[in-house]
């Protein structure tokens, strides 16, 4: 059974193969963001907080806000689909949720077929039937050429193989001055496409000599969770946990929260300190820099101080 066909916005979603597609652009998605992008469809208008998205599209499965929050992120990327002119077709209500901004048209399953067939290849233009005569025609008036010598014909192909590779050689070196320039364009990209919404967290310095390696990791990991977790939920920011990711690829985010631990000598005592800098990427600013001596009675207070350090930012 074919199930239903729904036009949002400019893109025509078929859930049945998992697949949007808008001027002849076929693009396949997850199923989850599908279902998602169904469930958005499904109350156009309305204001669906975080709860009843968990609970209508992730059914009987225990996920995260940040999961939904990371969702909704790919979906609008999926979208946008690189259109600087494209709408803004979900948009975030703070405290609240998010909303569908764009129309919604829903097909029956008939109709859905029929625009799901409805738009076949292009076939390429036949050559007229009445050209080939002609063309035979004026080829049997032509004058046959004398034949050419063997010598000739000789020179002719040598000609060819030394023309094929230099133009071959040419081709070799191009690609070569391409791609030693190939690592600085997504440099100046990167700088262009910046969100200033968007957060990323990263590791800098996993360990000091003085604290085993394991517990501070766990407990970054736990501190950028938590931040995490605490901006998306209760802020218009859209926080990227990296802690535990290795993937070293460009990024488009406006501020990096960077977390190191760091060896430095106080009172005449090499001390282990939790380093945390906020850093603005479009000018390299420093927006927050603090410093923590972790024990075992203060990691709860230094949760504390640096959430409402955050919030004052």
């Given at each position: ?74 979906l609008r990327k999926s979208l946008k689909d ?58 049997q008036n032509t004058a046959t050429p004398p ?167």
């Amino acid at each position: 059974m074919q199930q239903p066909v729904v036009r949002v916005g400019e893109w025509l979603v078929t859930p049945s193969i998992n697949q949007i597609s808008r001027n002849g652009r076929q693009l396949t998605l997850e199923p989850r963001l599908i279902d998602l992008l169904v469930f958005f469809a499904q109350h156009s208008g309305e204001v669906l907080s975080r709860d009843e998205l968990i609970d209508n599209v992730w059914k009987r499965s225990i996920v995260t806000n940040h999961v939904v929050t990371q969702s909704i992120s790919e979906l609008r990327k999926s979208l946008k689909d690189n259109d600087e002119d494209s709408p803004v077709y979900i948009a975030t209500v703070p405290k609240r949720g998010y909303k569908l901004m764009v129309p919604v048209i829903w097909y029956s399953e008939e109709e859905g077929e029929e625009i799901m067939l409805s738009s076949p290849p292009p076939i390429p233009e036949a050559v007229p039937a009445t050209d080939s005569p002609s063309h035979s025609l004026n080829i049997q008036n032509t004058a046959t050429p004398p034949e050419q010598s063997p010598v000739k014909s000789k020179r002719f192909t040598t000609f060819w193989v030394w023309f094929f590779f230099l133009l071959s050689l040419g081709i070799c070196v191009a690609l070569v001055a391409f791609s030693s320039l190939d690592t600085r364009l997504p440099m100046s990209k990167s700088r262009i496409l910046l969100n200033p919404r968007d957060i990323d967290i990263n590791m800098v310095n996993k360990s000091c000599n003085s604290w085993s390696s394991p517990y501070q990791l766990s407990y970054a990991i736990g501190v950028g969770d938590l931040v995490a977790t605490s901006l998306n939920t209760f802020s218009t920011f859209m926080v990227h946990d990296k802690i535990n990711y290795n993937i070293d690829e460009p990024s488009s985010s406006g501020k990096t929260l960077s977390i190191a631990f760091v060896n430095q000598r106080q009172y005449r005592a090499q001390q282990c300190f939790m380093s945390i800098k906020l850093v603005d990427n479009a000018d390299g600013s420093t927006m927050l820099d603090k410093r923590y001596v972790i024990t075992n009675g203060n990691q709860l207070a230094i949760q504390n101080d640096l959430l409402e350090s955050l919030s004052k930012r």
